[in-house]
């Protein structure tokens, strides 16, 4: 979804500007657009009355700005879904995995969070009718479990030509919080060459956590993911795509009563997700998905099955 227009369409980019804002991982007009003056002199060293005239500008030219409610229903009208192959956790989900949305999926180690991501970015590239986008995902990965094979097999499960499949994921593996910080930069221009609809952060926050320990560094660690997930929410809106991560539990040790365990993360991530979806192990294979979050969606919960061919219904459930 390249946008109408370019760099040097905004008053006050010339080619030198334009340089700089695209090495800074600023390839659109969309991400000057929904980019704070603050971010845009900050990575590019543009004085900060000029990167936010340059923003200012660039929210005029694709019409950012303040908009009355019927535009943001007639918006909200063109999101769209993405099934997961399973009906009883697509209908958990409101119908499938939902563009203009961050979905995250939390649970404890094999509870299917990676298999999940796996089965989207095929299912993602099935033609409507078969509930996908016709589109391409990118998928980021942190902890180095994405297995090609694994989207050969879902790819013929959904009738789709493995090789072609394979060829419509853009794959990142990154090893630091900063590379995931700045993939998500480009994935700006990324959306800008490829047609992609899905983008998935397996894990957000595994990598955060791992790397800013204790007290001292909580605070920073907390602003850091929170200016990460917000501009993940804004490709979301800007692009109309889905975003879907992955979250781990932790022991809440403050726990006496009923679960344990909550998301990592805390408010900075349970507030920018749109979507929070917990899952667990079922009883025999199955697994079971609750929504913990939605903003209009009811309470439920939806079992399934993580199969050869991705994620299907469980017996007896749908
Ligand atoms: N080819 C497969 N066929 C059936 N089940 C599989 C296959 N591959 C993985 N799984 C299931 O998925 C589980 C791992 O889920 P995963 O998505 O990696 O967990 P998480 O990312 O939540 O830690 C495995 O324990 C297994 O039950
Ligand atoms: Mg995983």
Same mark, same amino acid.
């Given at each position: 979804?390249?946008g109408?227009?370019g760099l040097e369409d905004?008053?006050g980019v010339?080619?030198?500007t334009?340089?700089?804002?695209r090495e800074a991982?600023?390839a659109t007009?969309?991400?000057?657009?929904v980019a704070?003056?603050?971010e845009?002199?900050e990575?590019t060293?543009?004085?900060?009355d000029v990167a936010?005239k340059?923003?200012?500008r660039?929210?005029?030219?694709?019409?950012?700005?303040l908009v009355?409610a019927?535009e943001?229903?007639?918006r909200r009208?063109?999101?769209?879904?993405i099934?997961t192959g399973s009906k009883?956790?697509d209908?958990?989900?409101?119908?499938?995995?939902e563009t203009?949305?961050?979905?995250? *999926? @939390?649970?404890e180690?094999?509870?299917g969070?990676t298999?999940?991501?796996?089965? =989207?970015? +095929?299912?993602v590239q !099935?033609?409507?009718d078969k509930?996908?986008?016709?589109?391409d995902?990118?998928?980021?990965?942190?902890?180095?479990t994405f297995r090609?094979?694994?989207i050969?097999?879902?790819?013929r499960?959904?009738?789709?030509e493995?090789?072609?499949?394979?060829?419509?994921?853009?794959y990142?593996r990154?090893?630091n919080s900063?590379?995931?910080?700045? *993939? @998500?930069?480009k994935a700006?221009e990324?959306c800008g060459?490829r047609n992609i609809? =899905?983008? +998935?952060v397996?894990? !957000?926050t595994?990598?955060?956590r791992g790397?800013?320990?204790?007290?001292?560094a909580?605070a920073?660690?907390?602003q850091?993911l929170?200016s990460?997930v917000?501009?993940?929410l804004?490709?979301?809106?800007?692009l109309?795509?889905?975003?879907?991560v992955?979250?781990q539990?932790?022991a809440?040790?403050?726990?006496f009563?009923?679960?344990?365990?909550?998301?990592?993360g805390?408010?900075?991530v349970?507030?920018?997700c749109?979507?929070?979806?917990y899952?667990?192990?079922?009883?025999e294979?199955?697994r079971?998905a609750y929504?913990?979050d939605?903003?209009?969606?009811?309470?439920?919960e939806?079992?399934?099955?993580?199969?050869e061919g991705?994620?299907?219904?469980?017996?007896?459930?749908?």
């Open positions: 979804m390249a109408e227009y905004v008053e010339g080619p030198a334009a340089k700089k804002l991982g600023f007009v969309e991400a000057l657009a704070t003056a603050f845009l002199s990575a060293g543009i004085g900060y936010l340059i923003s200012q660039a929210r005029e030219l694709v019409k950012i700005n009355t019927d943001v229903y007639r009208q063109l999101a769209q879904k099934t009883a956790l209908s958990l989900l409101g119908g499938g995995v203009q949305a961050i979905t995250e *999926l @939390v649970g180690f094999g509870t969070k298999q999940l991501c796996h089965t =989207l970015s +095929v299912t !099935l033609p409507g509930g996908g986008l016709e589109a995902a990118l998928f980021i990965d942190t902890e180095g090609p094979e694994r050969v097999q879902i790819a499960r959904h009738g789709l493995a090789e072609k499949a394979l060829k419509n994921i853009v990142a990154v090893y900063d590379h995931q910080v700045l *993939l @998500v930069d700006w990324v060459d609809r =899905l983008i +998935v397996d894990s !957000l595994s990598l955060f790397e800013y320990l204790g007290r001292e909580l920073l660690r907390q850091r929170n990460h917000h501009k993940l804004k490709l979301a809106e800007a109309n795509l889905a975003v879907v992955t979250n539990v932790v809440n040790p403050g726990q009563f009923g679960d344990p365990n909550k998301p990592a805390g408010n900075v349970a507030h920018a749109t979507y929070r979806v899952l667990r192990r079922g009883k294979k199955t079971v929504m913990m939605a903003p209009h969606l009811p309470y439920g939806a079992s399934f099955l993580i199969g991705g994620v299907y219904d469980a017996p007896g459930a749908g």
